[in-house]
């Protein structure tokens, strides 16, 4: 087991890596305690939840959303909850979104604290600090910044996801190698088959380490997404345009983001095109999509479209080398210039 701190400017949180559900007891209180959990979770693992009283949502993006976390508080109040009461998220990325959001407003703020059950929570979601909700559609609309007391990840809690959950995480435990690498690029590259079919714990449990160090390291320096926090955004601005036209999962629109990353920096001459064939390489032996068949200029119009244009430039993370990247203000125009010169390539990566 190993502790990762990270600090925000609204507190102070600490990721357990490779703790385990049994030991929940000890860092919650006695009483006071409120499960919030989505109904797959609470099938697989109910039984082995402390006994206090649980808020089951439905899976899935759907149950993001200012309703879900209105009938939480109406529970909460319902179940006699006050200020000094702490809420215990328990599933993946969405159930610890509504768990924080609701324990960030209830009361104008109660303590909480997340496991975090699937890899994509783990290695992301639930680091860092942000809670949100959606409204009409538009991803996290409503929410704050404010850290959880703890994030305990399970690795056996993972066996029971389905592997695409899995190749979820994975992309993004890959976006951190490109970030700061660790000689980490290189254990994924040798475990790969292992990583993927969660049968080497050892290797997972770095892997997770890793990618949380990553992410506090950049949440401690600029927890408000200014400069610094921008990296992780990586292979996300081509990414989250795939996924908003195809409806892919969010790991396998990062693993293809993270591909037109690369061509981008080699075609500015920023990354070697070894690097590049690396990166694809290993996103193939991870079993994840380096590649789509959507029209690259449909894409270019949905990015557009993103909150992350700003006037005639986007920020965009660009890699140097594996384990280095760099945001840089792109002009609008370069941008379209570049996919109406390559768009014959771009699909056939
Ligand atoms: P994320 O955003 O982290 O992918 P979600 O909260 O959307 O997470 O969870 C993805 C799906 O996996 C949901 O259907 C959820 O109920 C289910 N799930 C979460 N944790 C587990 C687990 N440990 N085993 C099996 N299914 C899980
Ligand atoms: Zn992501």
């Known amino acids: 087991m190993e502790t990762i701190f990270v600090k925000g400017g609204t507190g102070s949180s600490r990721i357990l890596a490779g703790e385990s559900l049994e ?3 000890s860092y919650i209180p006695p009483s006071g305690v409120f499960i919030i959990t989505d109904s797959n979770v609470n099938r697989i693992y109910g039984k082995s939840f402390p006994g206090h009283p649980v808020f089951v949502t439905e899976p899935g993006e759907s149950s993001k959303a200012t309703e879900t976390v209105l009938s939480a508080c109406r529970w909460l109040l319902d179940k006699g909850a006050g200020r000094d009461s702490f809420i215990l998220g328990i599933g993946g990325g969405i159930v610890c979104d509504i768990a924080g959001f609701t324990a960030s407003v209830f009361m104008r703020g109660v303590r909480f604290g997340f496991v975090a059950t699937t890899l994509l ?8 600090g942000k809670n949100g909700v959606n409204l009409d559609g538009y991803k996290n609309i409503i929410g704050c910044f404010n850290q959880p007391d703890f994030v305990i990840c399970d690795t056996e809690m993972l066996v029971s996801l389905p592997p695409e959950e899995i190749k979820n995480g994975l992309a993004e435990a ?19 088959g292992e990583i993927k079919e969660l049968k080497n714990t050892g290797v997972l449990n770095r892997l997770i380490s890793h990618s949380v160090h990553v992410k506090a390291a950049i949440v401690n320096r600029d927890e408000n997404e200014q400069g610094e926090r921008r990296k992780l955004n990586l292979g996300h601005t081509w990414g989250h345009a795939i996924e908003k036209i195809t409806g892919m999962p969010h790991g396998k629109a990062v693993s293809i983001g993270l591909v037109f990353a690369a061509r981008l920096s080699e075609h500015k001459g920023l990354l070697k095109p070894r690097d590049r064939e690396r990166l694809t ?24 479209k993103d909150k992350k244009r700003e006037a005639d430039h986007i920020h965009f993370v660009m890699i140097k080398s594996i384990g280095r990247v760099v945001v840089e203000a792109i002009p609008v125009r370069w941008l379209q210039d570049y996919v109406k010169q390559h768009k014959k390539d771009i699909p056939a990566f």
Do not use: C, Y
């Open 281 to 304: 390489e290993l996103l193939v032996r991870l079993e994840l999509p380096t590649a789509s068949s959507t029209d690259p200029m449909q894409v270019l119009t949905a990015l557009l």
């Open 121 to 128: 929570a783990q290695v992301d979601a639930s680091v860092g």
């Open 23 to 25: 030991n929940l007891k």
């Open 174 to 192: 890959v976006k951190h190698t490109l970030i700061d690498n660790r000689n980490m690029f290189k254990t994924i590259w040798d475990n790969a």
